[in-house]
T-cell receptor
């Protein structure tokens, strides 16, 4: 079990659907991250939130829309996804974006686009 | 540019020692992390180096040479459960405001009886 909780664990959706991925942590961390990971590849950074404000967007297509409603929650809203978006989506958090604190990862949401 | 290299796969024997190397070229450097990831699971933090030298943590040790852009992870007394992917990640200073983690390609370690 990890201290970063992601729901759902699995999601299958069509290309016209709208769905959301959720991430929650109660460690008091003020930095939260979304990563995308394809099979046998390392995680690729998508977004960074620092103190509930978006600080990095790695040129992610607009069909992915992040939201940080409060310091414990991070959402990723999905709309009109493509089959190549099928991947494991990992959420992570750290105390801040600075210093030596490691990022703690959730177990991820495995997303399949039909 | 950003480049972090690791061997793709390694095989070792239970009870032995294995060293996983990582070389990096990044525009900034603010620390290097090692993570372990079992198939289908979350990456878990193993070690952190920001100064040159060796950091030891039980069966795992990590070494850093900033001048050479080089790190290694040393695993001793290998166990079957150590079979996993090992990810080297550099914290790069992103325009001075926010550090971001850049992951290497990962090394898939197979521990054999």
């Amino acid at each position: 079990d990890t201290e970063v909780t992601q729901t759902p664990k699995h999601l299958v959706m069509g290309m016209t659907n709208k769905k959301s991925l959720k991430c929650e942590q109660h460690m008091g961390h003020r930095a939260m991250y979304w990563y995308k990971q394809k099979a046998k590849k390392p995680p690729e950074l998508m977004f960074v939130y620092s103190y509930e404000k978006l600080s990095i967007n790695e040129s992610v297509p607009s069909r992915f829309s992040p939201e940080c409603p409060n310091s414990s929650l991070l959402n990723l809203h999905l709309h009109a996804l493509q089959p190549e978006d099928s991947a494991l989506y990992l959420c992570a958090s750290s105390q801040t974006t600075q210093g030596s604190q490691p990022q703690h990862f959730g177990d991820g949401t495995r997303l399949s686009i039909l | 540019g950003q480049n972090i290299d690791q061997p793709t796969e390694m095989t070792a024997t239970e009870g032995a020692i294995v060293q996983i190397n990582c070389t990096y070229q990044t525009s900034g450097f603010n620390g290097l992390f090692w993570y372990q990831q079992h198939a289908g699971e979350a990456p878990t933090f193993l070690s952190y180096n920001v100064l040159d030298g060796l950091e030891e943590k039980g069966r795992f040790s990590s070494f850093l040479s900033r001048s050479k852009g080089y790190s290694y992870l040393l695993l001793k007394e290998l166990q079957m459960k150590d079979s996993a992917s090992y990810l080297c990640a550099v914290r790069d200073n992103y325009g001075g405001a926010t550090n971001k983690l850049i992951f290497g390609t990962g090394t898939l370690l197979a521990v054999q009886p």
